[in-house]
Each structure stands twice: as C-alpha cells, then as structure tokens.
C-alpha cells in the first residue's frame, strides 16, 4: 500500500520504507515480484525476450498484488558468471525505463550490486529501491552511494560470491554470523546517511541445506533489529532439494515455505510467483485477527 507522507504520523516508523514522496505501509506483509531480464537465471532465464513480453509480466504481477517489482540483470544462481557492467546497463536500462512509463505507480526495485549501476538507473528514471544481494561486500562504494541518492537499501547476507558461495560453507552459528554482520552493516550505513535499511538473511546465498532450515525456523531472531524483513525463497534449492523436484515443480513447496517465513515475521515476500504469495499473505492475516 502506497502512502502520502501526511499519513505516516498513523504508522509505527519501522513499518514505513520512504521512497522519494511515497512510503510503503509494511503493517501487513507485501509482495515483491521477480522480474528477471537475463538468459541464465536458474528458474525463469530467457523468458523475457521483448518489451511486450515484459510488460505482461509486470502487468500480471501488478493485478495479482505486487507491491514492488524487482528487476534484476545479472544471474546469481551459485557458480553464475558475472557479466560486465555495460551488459548489465544494457539489459536493465531498456527495462526500468519502459516499466516506469508503463506503470508509473508501481515500486521498482533494481537488484545489483554495483554502485555505479544504481546511480545510472537512477538518473535515468528516479528513486528505485536498490536490492544487493552481496550486501556491500562486492563493491565498497555502495554503502556510500545509497547514503547520496538518498533510497532505501536491501542489506542481504551471502558468504562468498555467486559463484563460490555454495562451495562448502561454513558458519559458527548461522543465525548469530549474519545477525554480527547485519549489526556491523547497519552501522556503516546508517554513518553514511542511509536512513531505509531492509534485511535480508540471505537465502540460498552461500548457504547448505541445513543452513536455511536453521534460518527459516529461527527467523524471529532478527526482529531485534526494529527493521523490515524480506525473505527470498521462491523455487530455490532448499525447496527442491528437501522436495526432489524440479523448480518448476516446487511452486507448492515455496508456499509452504513463504508461509513458515511470515510466521517468522517476514515483511516482504520476494517471489517468482505472486498470486500465491498473497494467498499465503491473506490467510496469515486472517490467522493474525484470531489471535489479537
């Protein structure tokens, strides 16, 4: 839900991610839609190959509830190889710029983790959400230009790169490892003027399977934080792994999944799939008047 800055004196401040003259009202759960303008991404690579076809995604996941929708340009499936920085801006200007004219409204959010491709976007079509999945450790320049541009930030764990990250990873204890390097983060964002931060524990990036059940049944622990949570599961390994199915197959285990994560107190569901993920959000707002 979109809100004017007038109505935000009614919501608790860390329910509320500002965007230029916009807040998103996070007192119930929103949506996030995937939409990936790459050939390789490990679920839906290559299935956007024009601008009309875009454009029916994006409109699809918009009537289905999308909040946000996030656009990303470079896939960052385990052992994925990195494409130069003028790739990236090739692929992902085209599509930001013509999602923007075509649905002014909707939230965009640009997954990368280049400082320098979250300023080109911006100057080109305003305030986005910037999504980086390598939470600063890929570019030491990020934390710095989120503090400039002025836009909210999702702060996401990986251990390693994508295209290491899945080669034995190890933790002390995996909750308490990402929960010293979000604390750590937030403070040099928070000195570099970044005043919207979102979590993001990182599912899948550089972590076994045991790993991102440890996380999914002790998400809670993250709350201490006071901010908004986003969880990005939908058709991953650990689904089809646990399930022995395909990613096509695992649209049924990612709800299940989805569902754990919002008892959990998931605030955003970052997801392939947005029909079921607010069906899942519904009901787990119809769980919560019960128990009010």
Not at 137 to 143: P, Q
Not at 269 to 277: N, P
Request: charged letters at 25%.
């Amino acid at each position: 839900m979109l809100l004017t800055q007038s109505t935000v004196k009614f919501v608790k401040r860390n329910n509320i991610i500002h965007l230029d003259d916009y807040c998103i009202d996070l007192a119930s759960p929103i949506v996030m839609g995937i939409i990936n303008v790459t050939p390789d991404s490990f679920f839906d690579g290559g299935l956007i190959k024009d601008k009309k076809a875009l454009l029916k995604k994006a409109g699809k996941m918009i009537e289905e509830g999308a909040t946000i929708l996030d656009v990303g340009a470079i896939s960052t499936r385990p052992g994925a190889e990195m494409v130069s920085t003028k790739e990236e801006l090739n692929r992902l200007l085209p599509a930001v710029t013509d999602l923007k004219k075509e649905f002014p409204e909707v939230v965009l959010s640009v997954d990368t983790f280049r400082s320098w491709v979250a300023v080109r976007v911006i100057d080109e079509i305003g305030p986005v959400i910037i999504n980086d999945i390598s939470g600063g450790t890929l570019d030491s320049k990020m934390f710095d230009t989120i503090g400039k541009l002025k836009v909210p930030y999702i702060l996401s764990h990986i251990k390693g790169t994508p295209a290491n990250m899945q080669e034995n990873p190890e933790y002390n204890d995996v909750i308490q490892d990402i929960s010293n390097f979000f604390s750590q983060s937030v403070k040099k964002l928070t000195k570099a003027g970044v005043t919207d931060v979102i979590l993001d524990p990182g599912f899948g990036f550089g972590k076994e399977l045991e790993h991102n059940y440890e996380l999914l049944n002790r998400l809670d622990s993250f709350k201490v934080f006071q901010l908004p949570l986003m969880v990005g599961v939908s058709r991953k390994s650990m689904i089809s792994k646990a399930l022995n199915v395909k990613p096509e197959d695992a649209l049924n285990g990612t709800t299940v999944v989805n569902s754990l994560a919002l008892l959990g107190g998931a605030d955003i569901l970052r997801v392939h799939d947005v029909k079921e993920a607010m069906e899942a959000i519904h009901i787990f707002e119809e769980l919560k008047l019960t128990i009010q």
